[in-house]
């Protein structure tokens, strides 16, 4: 009898993958790893699929030893071998790759202000507060603070952006504003930076565009919370 045969004939693989991915589930939770892949509002939809999956497999693992089973369908195994994978192989994504791909049309804004110091705005409050007001010199001057990561395109300057999603990852969309790097200076593409200065406006391809104008550089640490909605 073949490995595969063996396994399918097992009254113990339904249980393990469901307890695998219950499991797997939880610890996301707990770990931060959700944070790179998911909107923090559906952290407790993920939570309770976990606490499910892991009762399910408890019944299941109750059936299995007090009556006969039969052959495991092969998409047990399957789902069994993706859940190990996931565990090996924690998600580590590019973010400016992804954002390279994708179009600049942000989400609407949960609550966005219009009424906060400049300098206490977010990036993409920033984004979409120059979207709802298209005359560029209206914040000309204005101090600001922003972090995110480099997002490098093919034939553009970098950008520093943030990445916002209503769900996941899958339906994520690039925040980025322009920024004039100081000469000498070499921005890598998902490199997390922060930045303090002032919002310009600049020239580009006759165009008048607010760009930022740092007057300080710093390398951070990725957030807890990279994504916003």
């Known amino acids: 009898m073949s490995l595969l045969q063996r396994l399918r004939r097992s009254p113990w693989m339904t249980p393990l993958a469901l307890g695998l991915w219950g499991w797997l589930l939880l610890w996301s939770?707990?770990?931060?790893?959700?944070d790179l892949l998911l909107n923090a509002a559906f952290h407790p939809v993920v939570t309770a699929?976990?606490?499910?999956?892991?009762?399910?497999?408890?019944?299941?693992?109750?059936?299995a030893r007090t009556r006969p089973v039969g052959p495991v369908p092969l998409g047990v195994l399957l789902s069994l071998g993706v859940a190990l994978l996931m565990l090996a192989v924690p998600p580590a994504p590019s973010f400016s790759d992804l954002a390279a791909n994708r179009q600049d049309s942000l989400p609407e804004a949960p609550q966005l202000s219009?009424?906060?110091?400049?300098?206490?705005?977010?990036?993409?409050?920033?984004?979409?507060?120059?979207?709802?007001?298209?005359?560029?010199?209206?914040?000309?001057?204005?101090?600001?603070?922003?972090?995110?990561?480099?997002?490098?395109r093919p034939g553009e300057p970098p950008q520093l952006a943030r990445l916002t999603v209503r769900c996941c990852l899958a339906d994520a969309t690039p925040a980025g504003l322009p920024v004039d790097w100081p000469?000498?200076?070499?921005?890598?593409?998902?490199q997390w930076l922060e930045i303090e200065g002032t919002m310009t406006v600049q020239d580009r391809n006759g165009v008048p565009t607010n760009v930022v104008n740092p007057t300080s550089i710093k390398s951070i640490p990725r957030p807890a919370r990279p994504l916003e909605p």
């Open 29 to 34: 939770s707990a770990s931060g790893r959700l």
């Open 114 to 152: 219009f009424f906060l110091p400049p300098e206490q705005r977010t990036l993409t409050e920033w984004v979409r507060l120059l979207r709802s007001q298209p005359d560029p010199d209206l914040h000309a001057g204005d101090p600001l603070r922003i972090s995110g990561f480099v997002l490098a």
């Open 49 to 63: 699929a976990g606490a499910v999956l892991l009762l399910l497999a408890l019944i299941q693992l109750g059936r």
């Open 183 to 190: 000469e000498g200076t070499d921005p890598k593409p998902d």
